[in-house]
């Protein structure tokens, strides 16, 4: 079992930033890959970027390249997403997921998931 638990969500104005950061505890020796998604009210969950967690080779989705940075710290377990000149269509639950066998931008291909982290860009 692999627990993840997000945190730096928060309200921020358009052109902002925010950090968000994913605690792993738990088997994440066994950790292939962890993922950000976002799901904005209404939309289905989206892929946003991904990180090999060992090789620390990264990719990302269309829309966040070159705003958003996926990053991590193998000794505290955790992996984090800047995000820079935040819009208000970035405004969604941001979750954090891992993957125990690839490195995947595919939803229902992760293994564990946190519980969430509400960003809202005001305009």
């Known amino acids: 079992q692999v627990q993840l638990v997000e945190s730096g969500g928060g309200l921020v104005q358009a052109g902002g930033s925010l950090r968000l950061s994913c605690a792993a505890s738990g088997r994440t020796f066994s950790t292939y890959a962890m993922g950000w998604f976002r799901q904005a009210p209404g939309k289905e969950r989206e892929f946003v970027a991904v990180?090999?967690?060992?090789?620390?080779?990264?990719y990302y989705a269309d829309s966040v390249k070159g705003r958003f940075t996926i990053s991590r710290d193998i000794a505290k377990n955790t992996v984090y997403l800047q995000m820079n000149s935040l819009k208000p269509d970035d405004t969604a639950v941001y979750y954090c997921a891992a993957d125990l066998e690839k490195a995947t931008a595919r939803v229902l291909e992760y293994d564990y998931w946190g519980q969430g982290t509400q960003v809202t860009v005001s305009s």
């Open positions: 990180i090999n967690w060992k090789g620390g080779s990264t």
